[in-house]
């Protein structure tokens, strides 16, 4: 069996980090604690010392895992027929033996208890073949679509790795870090982290920039065995000496593709640079670009690559998708009649910019449709309100920038919009991702224009992949570039003699 805590938190316990807190308090004032100097995120973690990690005495790391007498008689062929339907690759191991149930994980009571509450019936795909990989030790990639269950899929076995650990006193640094790019994905993952890691006794911090630095230095009091983290607010808490990771041995890097897409590759290496060498690194991502390819060679170890789907693009099969071709004077009308048709569901409906989600909010209105916007410029406290104004079902409906794409998990959202196609098809597809989560189902809508139409050959690809309809005007969209002569061969014209006196000109 896996562990003995399974003694859940009191409630003299302290939370330590709440997934949407009802309100950002102010920073503190006073003589408490000098304000850390101001941030220049260009050269953060610049001053960062070398770790001369020979000289180091590091806590040794303990690392137990056996397969269930249910997994390891697992035959060959049960598990290549799962790994078909399931279009499942596995790369850099051989003999990987997938856990099917949470029951033959032999996982403490108190976990399988708040699976059972939670409604989770069975693993993911990416959970079956990832654990058993992540929790013998190994280095992992997991390249799985939007909504697939990758969250789950690092947080046991980090849990596990935990709770294995020696215990963890003020000073000493966290066993695990979860590295993300934004604040709402890291307040999500602490409400999973907290719901599930209090049943290992397991605290959780959570730390991101936008917030008083105060405060979260006074939450690193209660010394976490897990910190979920922003690049940003991490290096910082690093190179002012508030946080070191010589006990940290497994690290997650989620959302890796937006990692990458958001610059943070150079703060990711400084990051890692100070974390101990016989760390364990887990890696999700929807798609896989070069940028994290090479990243993922230059710092993992001999990493086993878990890919569910297409590499290049992922989709869920569980979301249908409808792409209506109209003209862009009739975007609004368009979006307004779907709005209307679907007005008792909640909706999420993406637009590229700022100003267009503000100005949208305004035109919906008009047509007495009530929502509201989400994106950067607004206050943490407001996207939170609106996020959980969206949970809880008393707003139907969100306008939103990409702020909202990447890692928030709304359950039971039905239906996707995307007003403005974005300029990636990868964004396309994290976009889609926030419905169908699990195993239920969703729809994307999209409305195409031709401002769209270079995009249209990747959008007519990814449909046909997914196996879904391809509108007749959308592949219209496409003008296949004629051949050099062709242009004649279509349309023969009698050629016109050269008159001698013009010396070959065409004049």
Known sequence: MWGEKTETWGASETVVAEAIPAEIPAEPTGEQKPELPPLNFETLGDNLKTIEWESETLIPKNLVYQESSITSSRALTEISQFLENSKTSITGQEGIKPIMTFQEGELPEALLAQFESCKYSTPTT??????????????????????????????????????????????????????????????????????????????TVCIYGGNGRQFQIKDLEVAPQLVVCTPGRLLDFLESGVLNLKRCTFVVVDEGDRMMDMGFGPQLKKVLSQVRPDRQCFMCTA??????????????NSPVYLNVGSVEYPLNPNITHEVKVVEVEEKVNALVEILKDKKEKRVLVFVDTKSSCDILVEELKTHEIQCVGLHGQKSTKDRMTALLDFRAGRNMCVVATDVASRGIDIRDLEFVVLYD???????????????????????????????????????????????????????????????????????????????????????
């Open 126 to 203: 990416i959970q079956s073949i990832s654990w058993p990989v992540a929790m013998s030790g190994k280095d992992v990639v997991a390249i799985a679509c939007t909504g697939s269950g990758k969250t789950l899929s690092y947080l046991l076995p980090l849990l596990i790795h935990i709770s294995k650990q020696q215990p963890v006193t003020l000073g000493q640094g966290p066993v695990g870090i979860i590295i993300v790019p934004t604040r709402e994905l890291a307040k999500q993952i602490t409400f999973d982290c907290n719901k599930f890691g209090k049943c290992l006794d397991i605290r």
């Open 287 to 300: 798609t896989w670009p070069a940028t994290l390819s090479e990243l993922s060679a230059e710092y993992l």
């Open 421 to 507: 196609f974005p300029r990636r098809v990868e964004d396309y597809v994290h976009r889609i991702g926030r419905t169908a989560r699990g195993t239920q189902k969703g729809t994307a809508i999209t409305l195409f224009t031709k401002d769209n139409a270079k995009s249209a050959p990747n959008l007519i690809k990814v449909l046909e992949d997914a196996g879904q309809n391809v509108p007749r005007e959308l592949r219209r969209m496409i003008r296949k570039p004629k051949a050099e002569g062709d242009e004649n061969k279509e349309n023969p014209r009698p050629r016109r003699r050269r008159s001698r006196s013009h010396n070959g000109d065409n004049n």
